[in-house]
């Protein structure tokens, strides 16, 4: 298969979106995308096994960030939520696309493409749509961490 070229990513300051909890949740995505690259350059059959966690893992843990993540704007009133949202939507199904070509034929599935996926996503729509609301979340850490709370007490 052919190989990510492509350094670790590191976090850079310059990425912080301005909530502490979100940026939290786009290291995780970070750390998600690093193990891709990871086995992408692993020539060992056993971890390539391991892309399946991965896979299944970025299922659940995007659905999860994109709820919080949608929380909170709407919380804190950012009028562009609705543009967010379908952006939100857009990613979900081409998530749910690389799944099902996994479920259909996991031993030809390209580590490659998920890595260009979430490597432009991770870099676009932080860098432009999460970006947008850093102003509007700002001064608005009460409301936030009430809303972030009962977020996380509902799914645990
Ligand atoms: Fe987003």
Redo the contacts with the bound molecule.
Sequence with gaps: MEKIKSDIWKWEDSYSVGVKVIDEDHKILLGLLNEVLEINNSETAEEQGAIKSVIYELMSYTEYH?DR?ELLMEVCGYPGLNN?KR??GLLKAQVEELIDGYKKNAKSFNSLLLYNFMESWLSE?IAT??KDYESWMQNKNDIIDKANKSFEDGRH
Excluded: I, S
Aim: glycine fraction near 0%; proline fraction near 0%.
């Design positions: 994109f993540e967010h952006a939100h729509h749509m999460d």
